[in-house]
């Protein structure tokens, strides 16, 4: 009888759990509202890589793809990293770009007198909820109340380590418009954004403002804010340039063959911020190695190489500094160019040859 009575309180616990997760993943509001049907229909018509209601990679894909890295040491700092904190942000000049790399995949752009925002996160947990495995080891260097006017914010994807929530509730007011992947828009206006303000594109689609053209490049990735729904928005990286400056940030991406189509396409490439960290075994085709990054660097043939997605989070088994150390061995035996900032350090791309110190 004490059996059943505990297969009974656990199936019941079960089923209370089931039905928690499904109220959070349907009205929890950081985790967002989903396309509807007639967005699903408009994505249909617009993208040919959208059917069966979600989109899919042009390659071959899958996100489990091999056995798992076994887990490593020191896949988290002995302490929180120190970084440099920025107060006030002044204007680039107009011929000018500078790029402060804020941790993770967030960076501020500077291409002329405007100013970019990639994939801002600025909370301390890159999840929905407090998990404490997804807590940042690293500070903050620029807050949402020190962050200047932003002419444009970029979002690659909807995973939550780079469309948070808080993060972009905390500065929407600074911020002129967005440039995003097909769904993502829908998304951003259930936090409330204006619609007025959103531009939602599909891949190799451009759209100029104030004399910068912004194009969305393909990535091997996926969308996966709900577990029910995923691939229901788009993801990829975005191709920045006016008539004196290009930058092209991959977003998470694994290695493929769009680099070449990039370098096809816009020719050679002034900085490069390319997906570095949270590689794993299991999915190989969903993030690069740092060999792979500068691998895609001389593919985009990119002057310059600045490895991101790593400095602020764990979500793989690597060590936590591995992404640069690989990334500068790679880079000296093929011979491309790499920059290292510090998180919050301003790099001048003018003079980014002097930006030769490693931490």
Request: hydrophobic share 40%.
């Amino acid at each position: 009888m004490m059996i059943v009575r505990i297969l009974v309180i656990t199936a019941v616990s079960s089923v209370v759990l089931f039905m928690i997760v499904l109220l959070i993943m349907r009205y929890y509001p950081p985790v967002g509202r989903l396309p509807g049907r007639e967005k699903q229909k408009e994505y249909a018509q617009k993208c040919r890589l959208y059917y069966d209601n979600h989109f899919h990679n042009e390659n071959d894909y899958s996100i489990m793809t091999g056995k798992r890295s076994k887990a490593g040491e020191r896949t988290k700092p002995e302490k929180r990293i120190p970084v440099r904190k920025i107060e006030t942000v002044e204007h680039a000049g107009s011929d000018e770009m500078r790029v402060v790399w804020l941790g993770h995949s967030s960076a501020l752009v500077q291409m002329g007198e405007r100013n970019i925002l990639l994939d801002p996160m600025l909370g301390e947990y890159c999840s929905p909820v407090g998990i404490p495995g997804m807590k940042r080891f690293s500070d903050i260097p620029l807050t949402a109340e020190n962050m200047p006017g932003i002419d444009v914010l970029f979002i690659s994807h909807d995973h939550y380590d780079h469309l948070d929530h808080a993060s972009i509730k905390a500065i929407d007011s600074k911020v002129n418009h967005y440039i995003v992947p097909l769904g993502v828009d829908v998304i951003l206006s259930g936090w409330g954004i204006n619609e007025d303000k959103l531009h939602a594109l599909e891949w190799w689609e451009s759209l100029e403002l104030d004399g910068i053209t912004y194009t969305l490049i393909p990535s091997q990735h996926s969308s996966f804010r709900n577990p029910m729904h995923a691939y229901s928005t788009l993801w990829g990286g975005i191709y920045i340039r006016n008539d004196r400056h290009s930058l092209y940030f991959t977003g998470d991406c694994g290695y493929c063959d769009v680099f070449t189509k990039v370098h096809e396409c816009f020719g050679e490439t002034e900085l490069m911020l390319a997906d570095s960290g949270q590689y794993n075994d299991a999915w190989a085709q969903t993030h690069m190695t740092p060999e792979q990054a500068v691998q895609a660097a001389k593919d985009a043939h990119a002057a310059w190489l600045m490895p991101v997605h790593w400095g602020a989070f764990r979500l793989s088994t690597h060590p936590w500094d591995d992404p640069p150390k690989r990334a500068l061995k790679a880079a000296a035996e093929q011979g491309v160019s790499l920059v290292l900032p510090e998180i919050g350090q301003m790099v001048y791309c003018d003079n980014i040859s002097s930006c030769t110190e490693h931490w």
